[in-house]
């Protein structure tokens, strides 16, 4: 779908109240190949999840201290998350999750863009902690982000500078 067409269908509106199931649902759809794996029955599954999604709540709460949780809507229905920490350096995606009727349409690299024309705006660097296997790693790098550091066995930083739009224009 051209991005001008994606454009027309992609709004945020800002996290409130009401939205913690849905939160969660969007949460679950991201783990739910490993739960395929694991040949546990589904209230262990869910248990386990929201425990999870809990879990990073609080990380998300202690360690991102500007945040702009929002929701994605596609044609006005909910269709995923974007978490975003703008700090003085860079503009930080801490997470960016889509249900997976959404997923493919275009709708993360137009908010991807739109982030980067944000950060070229105001001179900062987007950046986004990767799991080195995570499939969106490709769009990222498609994208112009560059791995600059492994933060662990299973997260790396990349970053995506304004500079690098300059420097190739």
């Known amino acids: 779908m051209k991005q001008s067409t994606v454009a027309e269908y992609i709004a945020l509106r800002p996290i409130s109240e009401g939205d913690e199931e849905f939160l969660y649902e969007v949460y679950a759809s991201t783990r739910a190949w490993e739960m395929a794996l694991t040949g546990w029955d589904q209230a262990e599954q869910e248990k386990f999840l929201r425990m999870q999604f809990s879990f990073q709540a609080q990380a998300y709460a202690q360690n991102y201290h500007h945040p702009d949780y929002q929701i994605i809507l596609w044609q006005n229905s909910a269709a995923g998350r974007l978490y975003l920490d703008r700090r003085a350096q860079e503009i930080r995606i801490v997470d960016i999750a889509l249900l997976p009727e959404y997923r493919d349409r275009g709708i993360g690299t137009y908010l991807f863009e739109k982030l980067q024309e944000e950060g ?20 990222y790098e498609r994208l112009g982000f560059r791995q600059i550091r492994q933060t662990d066995e299973v997260y790396q930083l990349m970053e995506w500078q304004p500079e690098s739009v300059e420097a190739s224009a």
Not at 127 to 138: D, G, L, Q, S
């Open 120 to 139: 070229l705006h105001q001179g900062l660097a987007v950046t986004i902690h990767v799991e080195r296997f995570n499939r969106a790693k490709n769009l």
